[in-house]
Nanobody
Framework: QVQLVESGGGLVQAGGSLRLSCAAS????????IGWFRQVPGKEREFVAA????????YYTDSVKDRFTISRDNAKNTVYLQMNSLKPEDTAVYSC????????????????WGQGAQVTVSS
């Protein structure tokens, strides 16, 4: 069982930065692939980024490449999403997901999900 809690959301002006954290409980956190997703009301949830259990491999959706960076610290049971050069279209609720299977995380079908953190980017 893994419980995920996101933090670090907020209001920022366009061009600014935020760092989201996904803190996990559970002794086996280091075995899980983690993904970040975002959702705007009335739209489908969108994949943002994912990282393998070791942190060796990362994957991003095209719209955030070169602006967002996903990383993890398994000693702290935490995954981060550093978001730079934010745009108004990045406004959404951001959630993290965990699964032992990489393909399930990327597909948005992870076993465990956090409650989400609001990110609002003003123009």
């Amino acid at each position: 069982q893994v419980q995920l809690v996101e933090s670090g959301g907020g209001l920022v002006q366009a061009g600014g930065s935020l760092r989201l954290s996904c803190a996990a409980s559970g002794r086996t956190f280091g075995s899980y692939a983690i993904g970040w997703f975002r959702q705007v009301p009335g739209k489908e949830r969108e994949f943002v980024a994912a990282i393998t259990w070791s942190g060796e491999y990362t994957y991003y959706t095209d719209s955030v490449k070169d602006r967002f960076t996903i990383s993890r610290d398994n000693a702290k049971n935490t995954v981060y999403l550093q978001m730079n050069s934010l745009k108004p279209e990045d406004t959404a609720v951001y959630s993290c997901a965990a699964d032992l299977r990489w393909n399930m995380v990327v597909a948005g079908k992870g076993d465990y999900w956090g409650q989400g953190a609001q990110v609002t980017v003003s123009s």
